[in-house]
């Protein structure tokens, strides 16, 4: 039987006092009748602000919900919203959680996001999506100019339901974990030393499902770019609301100041930003949006705009290809080679009028609705089903909803231990040797209304979070590190801190898992990638960070594990 995870909001006051006398240390002195009174909090301590902050620091902080959402009368909504995001699609074409496939890539978002954090480093050998805590995905790119492949659709699908084949066969796509050693030899000045590892994907064409299958058209496309196959970990997707709730004037004005600066060693990423002025707005005119423009904000790549049309929004669709209002056609690559190969795969057409079958048990009028499906040559057939835009809907408009409620209404866990004397220490020198100049430590939101690019939520539809002094410990802005092997392009987001240090205790992985691949074992092996290279940006914070004493650089991670 499931765990209620989730008490109810004076229990969970009640609960804090606890675990603040317990693990926190946030206590002081004592009252006439024995007990601890709570010492004063920093205003850092509220890393979500008066509204999305929890206190809980237990297995389960990542899940909990923020006061914007009781005050707001959404807790319903967002414990329904929980169970959208814990438990799997299935394949039946109507009812609870149907309209998993034809192709995918996940069954629940869970399997991405153990304990509502970050995914978990894997390990190597073959690429094993099945398990639940297996974040990361494959990114699969043109070596010439980095650019995704069309012939993979973005997040590539590793899954189908028969009679469908899965574009690419997990078991051929090997990871491996390569060793690495710094400029200064794994070791500090005083003689501590640490380890560096990387990961390395190699995926053969045999794994490709349209280059086994497809016809000579396919696969010289396939043959025509070199590609490559790295690893992108999923992002922690608390406190996403707060994130939201920065205003886009802002996040501008930080770019601003980053170029007036100067101090970055590879400059801004031009493609976004140059001269003062925002170049490559996010824009939805394809589900329902007029094309208003946004300010990128989410994903290492900042492919995103507001949440409400963000990470999530998307990922609710892709990973497990359900449709909705707004998304009623399926997930599939750019070139359409996925479907011109199933179309024309004997085995697929064989078992396609079973395929259909099964989905006239639960709605016989898509006869008439969807006469293509059933008319004409088999291929035809199959090809008018994989490209139908006007797909019926599987996920219906509460559903999604309610899922948004529960995304946008995750709290951020409070800061630990903010009177410990060796974490205020820390926290000084995180600013002293430079970190916290591209992991800003607060902001201050907006009047946070609804924005939605693609028109479907309003305001009052979701948990706000205006005038609220948050820290996130990140500023927004794209830097390059020049990692061996590094992300796709090399540009990445300023990955926000908080929380961070509870992924182990929510996730229950063996180790720290940090920065987009989840090559850091360690808070300490992610803070020395950072300096891998000359070129990189935070280089010079690195050689900073080299000069602390042993206590110095202890007092450094203790902080980071604190917030």
């Known amino acids: 039987m499931k765990t209620n995870k989730h008490l109810l909001p004076i229990a969970l006051v009640l609960c804090a006092a606890l675990t603040a006398c317990q693990e926190d240390e946030n206590v002081t002195g004592g009252n006439e009748q024995g007990g601890t009174i709570p ?42 919203g929980e169970t959208l995001f814990e438990d799997p699609f299935n394949t039946q074409h109507s009812g609870l959680r149907s309209g998993l496939g034809p192709t995918y890539i996940r069954t629940s978002c869970v399997h991405c996001h153990p304990g509502y954090g970050h995914g978990k480093r894997i390990e190597a050998g073959p690429f094993d999506t099945n398990e639940i805590g297996n974040g990361c995905l494959l990114v699969v790119y043109n070596k010439a100019d980095e650019s995704y492949v069309s012939w993979l659709a973005g997040m590539p699908q590793s899954h189908a339901v028969a009679p469908f084949k899965a574009p690419v066969d997990e078991s051929q796509i090997i990871v491996e974990w390569k060793e690495h050693t710094d400029l200064w030899g794994n070791k500090f000045p005083d003689g501590e030393t640490y380890e560096l590892q990387y990961p390395e994907v190699t995926m053969p064409k045999t794994a490709i499902y349209a280059y086994n299958e497809g016809s000579d058209e396919v696969r010289a496309l396939i043959d025509a770019q070199e590609y490559g196959v790295k690893l992108e970990s999923t992002i922690g997707i ?22 007036q600066d100067g101090y970055m060693t590879n400059g801004l990423n031009t493609a976004y930003f140059e001269n003062g002025q925002w170049k490559s707005f996010y824009k939805n005119t394809a589900q329902g949006g007029d094309g208003t423009p946004y300010v990128r904000r989410y994903t290492y790549a900042m492919s995103r705009g507001p949440l409400q049309d963000g990470a999530g929004a998307n990922a609710f669709w892709n990973i497990t290809n359900a449709t909705r209002s707004d998304r ?72 999604y909803t309610d899922l948004m409620v529960w995304h946008r209404g995750l709290a951020v866990p409070a800061v630990r231990n903010v009177h410990d004397v060796k974490v205020k220490r820390g926290k000084e020198l995180f600013e002293e040797i430079g970190c916290a100049y591209c992991h800003r430590p607060s902001w201050t939101t907006g009047r946070d209304e609804v924005r939605d690019p693609a028109r479907f939520f309003a305001d009052g539809d979701l948990p706000s979070y205006p005038n609220q002094t948050i820290w996130p410990y990140t500023d927004m802005v794209q830097h390059k590190l020049h990692m061996v092997n590094d992300i796709r392009t090399g540009w990445c987001r300023t990955t926000p801190l908080w929380g961070r240090g509870l992924h182990q205790k929510a996730t229950g992985s063996p180790t720290a898992d940090r920065l987009h691949d989840c090559r850091a074992r360690t808070t300490l092996e992610a803070i020395m990638w ?11 914070t690195v050689v900073n960070f080299r000069e602390l004493t042993k206590e110095e650089r202890d007092a450094v991670i203790k902080f980071l594990d604190a917030i």
């Not at 205003?43 to 929890?54: C, N």
């Open 238 to 259: 608390y406190g996403t609301g707060l994130l939201d709730a920065i205003t886009d004037e802002d996040i501008i004005a930080e770019w601003t100041k980053q170029e």
């Open 530 to 540: 950072h300096g891998v290279s000359e070129q990189s940006d935070a280089y010079q």
């Open 328 to 399: 009623r056609f399926h997930y599939l690559d750019a070139a359409g080679t996925y479907a011109k190969t199933s179309a024309q795969d004997p085995e697929v057409q064989a078992g396609f009028e079973a395929y259909l079958s099964n989905m006239l048990l639960t709605n016989d009028s898509l006869r008439d609705t969807h006469p293509a499906w059933f008319e004409g040559t088999m291929e035809e057939r199959i090809m008018a089903y994989l490209t139908d835009k006007n797909l019926p809907v599987e996920v219906t408009d509460k559903e």
């Open 39 to 80: 010492a004063e909090l920093p205003d850092w301590y509220y890393a979500g602000g008066q509204l999305g902050t929890t206190p809980l620091a237990t297995y389960n902080a990542f899940e909990q919900p923020t006061q914007s959402v009781h005050n707001a009368g959404m807790y319903p909504a967002f414990k329904n």
